[in-house]
């Protein structure tokens, strides 16, 4: 599929100081030069870039410049580059006052809203546009074929999105010609404080999940996996609250078959959906063989021998430690969404805000922290392959039945989005033909037929 060129809108900004820029030897001059009057994507990236510089060499002066501008473009009514732009402002503005806290004063920096919805609205968040439903739909056809002739199945469930994922799954199994199997789903008691923000348990959600499963004639189990009682009660509401001390080396830790309660007469099924990346890539001295957290849980997950891995995520890399290396890869691919969004609703429609809102909240993580503060450390697809071979991990292709479903997924969406595969195992959904989440299944070395 040909790649379409970024939405690049030109937005006419009225200059209130234009003898800022007229001074030949101003940084901000050459960073502006052929941008003034007509600021489209490639000049707000080229900003940026400047900005993240300056507060990374702690120049406050030339960093409050390049913001003074961006403010002039950004919009959270404009179009997509406007929109996308005023997140990536308040963000920047919450690093630089880490820096020279007293000389900013924008009024985009104040804080982002965050919300606890109700589970009547996760689905329609999640089916705003395809980023979840990809993951779901080419997932649930891997551990479909996977799991056939098995009679028990315990899906270890790594997601953020509540278990949204499983009723499709339920619905498949209850029709499988052999009948279903006894389906067991164990999911953390916590999660990464990152949204979508759910306002009721861990218990209710399986408790939900059990009814339908009854519903469907699915013999099913929910079980809650509290990696820290003294900290974490499984009760407890899934939201930013609930998940702010998240300690993933605590749950690496404690995942073990006993404490899994894994069983021999079970095929095991290991679901990472938007979940690797919040594990640290960097290398511990106190980690398995000193590996990263990221590298250490696939290590443990492929001890407990499962019969797939499925892994989705959104296809960039945003891990790279220098913040002018993370920004303009950061702002080309959040555009992505925010392009889409502009096809179907409207600029002051509640849910498009709050879909956005949530997209500054991880602008806010990749711009604003470093260190264990920043936890939004996403790698390409093409990387996670490496990683997942380097681990023992041998790649699952997908079957033309699963490609087929995906396309008809799509095609209840805007015609922009499409699908191709690459490195012959991963599926790639894209948006106008830019890379945006990457789709793949695994197995332990030695166990693929």
Not at 16 to 27: D, G, H, K, R, T
Not at 54 to 77: F, I, K, P, R, Y
Not at 173 to 178: D, G, K, M, V
């Amino acid at each position: 599929m040909k790649t379409e060129l970024r939405g690049n809108s030109n937005t006419s900004i009225s200059l209130q100081n234009p003898s800022l820029f007229n001074n030949p030897q101003s940084s901000l001059s050459g960073a502006l030069k052929g941008c003034l009057g007509s600021l489209d994507g490639a000049c707000i990236e080229k900003l940026l870039l400047h900005c993240a510089s300056a507060l990374e060499h702690n120049d406050g002066t030339l960093a409050q410049q390049v913001m003074w501008v961006l403010n002039n473009v950004a919009s959270l009514v404009g179009d997509p580059n406007q929109r996308l732009t005023s997140w990536f402002l308040r963000a920047l503005i919450s690093r630089a006052s880490k820096v020279c806290p007293t000389a900013m004063n924008f009024d985009g920096s104040s804080t982002i809203r965050r919300r606890n919805m109700p589970v009547t609205e996760l689905a329609v968040y999640v089916d705003l546009i395809p980023w979840h439903r990809f993951g779901f739909c080419a997932s649930n056809s891997a551990i479909l074929k996977a799991i056939e002739g098995y009679s028990k199945v315990h899906i270890l469930d790594f997601s953020i999105t509540h278990c949204m994922q499983w009723p499709t799954l339920i619905d498949a199994l209850a029709i499988r010609p052999e009948g279903p199997p006894s389906l067991r789903i164990t999911v953390p008691s916590c999660r990464p404080p990152v949204p979508p923000f759910l306002n009721v348990s861990c218990q209710e959600v399986g408790l939900r999940l059990s009814n339908f499963a009854k519903y469907r004639d699915v013999p099913f189990e929910f079980n809650v996996f509290d990696h820290d009682p003294s900290s974490f009660a499984s009760s407890e509401i899934m939201s930013q609250e609930s998940s702010r001390d998240f300690h993933f080396e605590s749950l690496l830790n404690h995942l073990t078959p006993t404490m899994l309660d894994l069983r021999d007469d079970e095929a095991l099924v290991i679901n990472c959906q938007n979940w690797l990346r919040y594990l640290s890539d960097e290398e511990k001295g106190n980690s398995v063989q000193n590996s990263s957290l990221r590298d250490a849980f696939l290590c443990t997950v492929k001890g407990f021998n499962p019969c797939i891995v499925v892994v989705v995520d959104e296809d960039s890399d945003l891990s790279a430690p220098s913040l002018s290396s993370r920004i303009p890869t950061c702002f080309n691919f959040l555009w992505i969404p925010f392009d889409a969004l502009e096809t179907f609703l409207l600029k002051d429609s509640s849910q498009r805000m709050e879909y956005e809102s949530d997209i500054g909240h991880k602008i806010e993580n990749i711009i604003s922290f470093e260190g264990a503060q920043r936890i939004e450390r996403l790698e390409s697809g093409i990387k996670l392959a490496q990683r997942m071979k380097n681990a023992g991990f041998s790649s699952v292709p997908f079957c033309e039945d699963t490609i087929g479903e995906v396309r008809s997924l799509l095609e209840e969406h805007a015609s922009g989005w499409g699908m191709k595969r690459e490195e012959d195992h991963m599926l790639v959904l894209t948006w106008k033909g830019h890379n945006s989440v990457f789709s793949t299944a695994w197995v332990p070395n030695g166990l693929q037929d």
